[in-house]
């Protein structure tokens, strides 16, 4: 509710889904643009959301399907936008974690890999746009090191905060 509230008189329509993406970019009106907020939630909920078993392999197996479908939706979520700026949160650099956790940023940083694929960038660090251009790297393995990571290179190799995507003509 209180997204609805903050945009109320900004003309944005607010559409909430915390999981299967496919069933709210089916019914999307084609030519849109879309604030997309975000991919950070929206792994989050599709990879642990009402989960019972949380063993690694069975982890692992999974993750890579929820990641696939996710990605196909994102493709299909841009085709059919005018354009879309997807929101999703830099988690990288602040030292190791628990495997499931592991799993989780590198899968992130997967998702973020592929947006990046497709989109203009739009570097920000702690919440300040830094540096906006097509040209920067996209979907590398490492995207270098970053001034708010204090000078580290991010193991996920994703340190981007908000892209815009512009569907291919």
Known sequence: QKHRADRKDLGFETIEVGKNLSTVVEKLEAGRVILFDSL???????LFEG???FSLPIMQEESEKIVQKIEENIEKLIQKSAS???????????????????????????IGQFVAKKCE???????????????????EESLGSDPACGGKTCETGFERVSVKAVPEP
């Open 121 to 139: 960038i739009l570097n920000a660090q702690c919440g300040i746009l830094t540096e906006k251009s097509d040209n920067l790297p996209k979907g």
């Open 40 to 46: 950070t939630a929206l792994l989050a909920n599709e």
């Open 51 to 53: 989960r019972r078993d």
């Open 84 to 110: 879309v700026i997807f929101v999703t949160d830099e988690i990288y650099c602040d030292g190791k974690y628990d495997e499931i956790t592991e799993l989780y940023r590198k899968n992130l940083a997967r």
